[in-house]
C-alpha cells in the first residue's frame, strides 16, 4: 500500500486513528476523529463511517468481529507510520486532548457503574481500553493537565486495583503527585487511590503519608466522603498493625459519619470493616451481626464484590468458631464471585482462607494447592502482608507433615516480609513459630529465641520456660551460658537479622 495514493481524507482519518492505543469502537473513532472543532481540528474530509470502511478494504485497519461490539485496530508497523505522520502534523497536541478528555468521561462513567450490578462487563471495558487510559495519562503529563491527569488516575484506581495492577497504577500515581502538587479535589481523591495501592503492596508509611495529605485536603474542601474513606482506611493500617482497638474506633467513627450523610453503600463498607475489628477483639457474635448488616445493605444495591468481600469475611468469622463446614461455604461463593471479576486480590484471599481449612481438616495436599495458588498470584500483585501470612501457613503445613526443613524456610520468608512491612504482631508470632522449630533441630538458636523473646513479650504460653531445663541438657553449659547472654542483649532487629541468617 501507497500513503500517497490516499485520498485527503482517508490520509487525514488515518493519522487521527494513530491517537487510539489498543484500537477504538466506531463512537470513540467519530467523536474523536470526526467531530470538528475549529480552535483544535480541521473537518474531516470523508464521512467517518466511509473512511472506516475504505480503510478496512485498504487493509490499513482491522476490525475484531469477536467482540461485543465492532473494534478497530491497526498492525504495530501501520501505527507506527500513521503516529509518525500525525506527528508531523498540526493536530497532535489537540487531537490527543480529544482522546483524554473522551476517556476521562469514559472512565468516570465505568466507575460509578463498578459498585452496581454487572460489575464484571464494566470492568472488562475498562480493560479493553486500557492503553487509552494510558495514552491520555501520557498526554496530560506531557501537556501539564492537572485536572485531567489527576482525575483520571482518581477514576482508574480501583480498576487498578481490582484487576491486581498495582505496580502500574501506583507508578502512574507516583509521577503524577510529584508533578501535580496544588491541594485540589482531584489530588486529595489520587493521594486516597494511592494510599489503597501503597497499602497492598505493603508499603504502610507510603500509604500513610498519602493519607495524611488526602484528609488535610479533604477536611480544607468540607469534602465529607472522602474524609470518611481516608479515616477508614487509616483504621485499616491500624487493623494490619495489629492494633485492633484503633481500629475499631476509627471504623466506628467513619460508620457514624456515613449513617449521618445517608451513605449506604458506604455504611456497608464500615459496618465491614468494623466486624474484623469486633472478631479480632473476640467479639464474634457483634462481628456477625454487623457483617449480616453490611450484607444486607450491599445485596439491595446488588453490589458484586462488595457482597464477596462480606461473605468472605463472614468465613472467616466462622473459622474462628471452628464452624468450618458452613466457612467452607461462604468462602466458595465469595471465591466463584471474586473469580467472575478476576478480582486478583479477592481471590487470593478467599483461596488462602480455603487452605487453612483443609489443613485444619488434615487434607494436607489440598491445604499445599490452595495455599500456593494464593501465593503465585499474591507474589506476581507484590502484595507483601498477605504473601507473608501465606507463607506462615504452608510453614505450618510443611511441620505437619514432618517436613522441618521447608517449615522453617517458610517461616523465615513470613519474618523477613512482615519484618518489611512493620507487622508487629506477625514479627513475633514468626518468631515464636521458628523458636519451636529449632528446639530439635538447633537447641542453641532455640536458646538464643526463647530468651530474646522473653526480653520482649510476655510468651510463656507458647514458649514455656522449662523447655530451656530441657535444652540445657543437651548443650554444654558454656554453649547455654553463651546462647542465653546472646539472647538478653539483643534487639529486635539483631533477633531477626540472625534468625534470617540461619540456615538448616
Known sequence: WSYDLLSQGERQLLSRLAVFNGGCHFDAAEAI?????????????????????????????????????????????IHEYATAKLLQSDEAVGLGGRHARYFLNYAAEREAQIKKAGQSTVLQELATEHGNFRAALSWAIDQQQADIALTLAAHLWKFWDIRGHYTEGRQWLTVLLKQFTEKTNPRGRALYGASVLAMRQGDYKTADQYLTES????????????????????A????????FTAAK?????????????????????????LAIAEAQLGNTAEAIKQLEQSLAIRRELKQPREIAETLHNLGEVAMIEQRL????????????IRRELKDQWG????????????YQE?????????????????????EQWGIAYVRY?????????????EALHHHQAALQSRAETGDKPGVWQSLIKIAQLTVTVAPPLAVFLWVAIAQHINAEKQLPPDTLSTLKKRMSAEEFSQASKKGENSSQAEIIQLVLAYTY
Open 33 to 77: 476523529c470526526a467531530a470538528a472543532e475549529e480552535e483544535e481540528l480541521a473537518p474531516l474530509e470523508i464521512d467517518i463511517f466511509d473512511g472506516l470502511a475504505s480503510l478496512l478494504d485498504k487493509s490499513l485497519i482491522r476490525q475484531d468481529e469477536q467482540a461485543d461490539e465492532p473494534r478497530y485496530t491497526m498492525l504495530s508497523t
Open 215 to 234: 484528609l488535610e485536603i479533604a477536611q480544607q474542601l468540607d469534602d465529607q466522603q472522602l474524609q470518611g474513606l481516608v479515616i477508614n482506611m487509616q
Open 236 to 243: 485499616n493500617l491500624a487493623l494490619y498493625k495489629g492494633d
Open 249 to 273: 474506633q476509627l471504623y466506628t467513627e467513619t460508620l457514624t459519619l456515613w449513617q449521618q450523610l445517608d451513605l449506604q453503600s458506604e455504611e456497608a463498607l464500615a459496618l465491614m470493616n
Open 325 to 336: 463446614t458452613q466457612a467452607k461455604n461462604y468462602l466458595n461463593e465469595s471465591l466463584a
Open 347 to 358: 481471590i487470593s484471599y478467599s483461596l488462602h482462607n480455603l487452605g487453612q481449612i483443609a
Open 362 to 382: 488434615q487434607r494436607f495436599a489440598e491445604a499445599v494447592r490452595l495455599l500456593s495458588e494464593s501465593l503465585q498470584i499474591k507474589e506476581g500483585l507484590g
Open 393 to 405: 501457613d504452608l510453614g505450618e503445613v510443611a511441620h505437619l507433615q514432618g517436613n522441618n526443613r
